[in-house]
């Protein structure tokens, strides 16, 4: 639980659920980071993140 908010992980994907507030989200979405666990890092290799907000009534927002 991060800001009050559960989250669970499968695979490669994060689900948040909870009926937080807009800047619990926010906190949350912030504290989303990568960590490379492998050896053979490629210098200047670009990680993106996409993350995708539904609030349960409104169209899905993709953010990078």
């Known amino acids: 639980t991060i800001a009050g908010i559960s989250y669970t992980n ?3 994907t994060i689900t948040f659920t909870s009926a937080g507030t807009k ?3 926010a906190t949350v979405i912030r504290a989303i980071t990568f960590e490379h666990t492998t050896g ?3 210098t200047g290799s ?3 993140i ?3 907000v539904n609030d349960g009534v409104n ?3 993709n953010l990078r």
């Open 46 to 48: 670009v990680r993106d």
């Open 40 to 42: 053979n890092v490629q």
């Open 59 to 61: 169209t899905t927002i």
């Open 23 to 25: 800047a619990d989200y």
């Open 50 to 52: 996409t993350v995708r």
């Open 10 to 12: 499968t695979g490669s």
